[in-house]
Every structure is written in structure tokens, then in C-alpha cells.
Nanobody, 123 residues
């Protein structure tokens, strides 16, 4: 049974930085692709970044400036670091694991999902 548990969200101010964590159990993250998505109120779930042996930001490079992903194999945890937070970053951030995906921005490519962690950025 694979479980993903996100943490680290909260209420922050514009310009702050935040590090989200995704702790996994039931599978070693180092052997698979782990991604971060986010979903703002009234919007579709949006791909942010993924990691396996490389980092993938999808078709848009705009996320590279403020979002970075890393993995601690000893802790079996993936992190999302967000710098210079903006009100438009307000969303629920989800961690996802893909058993058969190398790089994909599509929700359907991922097999396991966490419950999400809320990030709210005030202006």
C-alpha cells in the first residue's frame, strides 16, 4: 500500500518562501517519478514539477524561477521549495507518484496521490 503524506503548507505573506514535504511509505521514491501538482479554487489541477533522475518542469519554464524540487532518499521524502510566493500561488498542493511515467504533466499519468496541503498567500 503506497501512501503519500504532504505537509508544510500554511498561511504566508507575499514574498515569503515555503518548503513542502511529501513523505512516502510503501514504495521507494528513488525508483519512480514523483510530481507536485496544485489546484486553485475553481481551477483544474495543474502540474508544477517532477523528479526522477532528472527534474521536469513541463512545457513552461516559468516555474523554474521560483519552484525547485528535491528528494531525500534516506527519508523517502520529496520536497517542493517555493520562493517569492505570490497570491496566485494560493492552492492545494498535491504530491503524486507515477509507477510507469518518466515525464508527464498529466494528472492521469500518476497512480498515487496524497491528500494535499493548503498554501494560502496573502498580499
Amino acid at each position: 500500500q503506497v501512501q503519500l503524506v504532504e505537509s508544510g503548507g500554511g498561511l504566508v505573506q507575499a514574498g515569503d518562501s515555503l518548503r513542502l514535504s511529501c513523505a512516502a511509505s510503501g514504495r521507494r521514491l528513488s525508483g519512480y517519478t514523483t510530481a507536485w501538482f496544485r489546484q486553485a479554487p475553481g481551477k483544474e489541477r495543474e502540474f508544477v514539477v517532477s523528479i526522477n533522475w532528472a527534474t521536469y518542469y513541463g512545457d513552461s519554464d516559468s516555474q523554474k524561477d521560483r519552484f525547485s524540487i528535491s528528494r531525500d532518499n534516506d527519508k523517502n521524502t520529496v520536497y517542493l521549495q517555493i520562493h517569492n510566493l505570490k497570491p496566485e500561488d494560493t492552492a492545494i498542493y498535491y504530491c503524486a507518484l507515477g509507477s510507469r511515467v518518466v515525464r508527464s504533466p498529466h494528472v492521469g499519468a500518476y497512480d498515487y496521490w496524497g491528500q494535499g496541503t493548503q498554501v494560502t498567500v496573502s498580499s
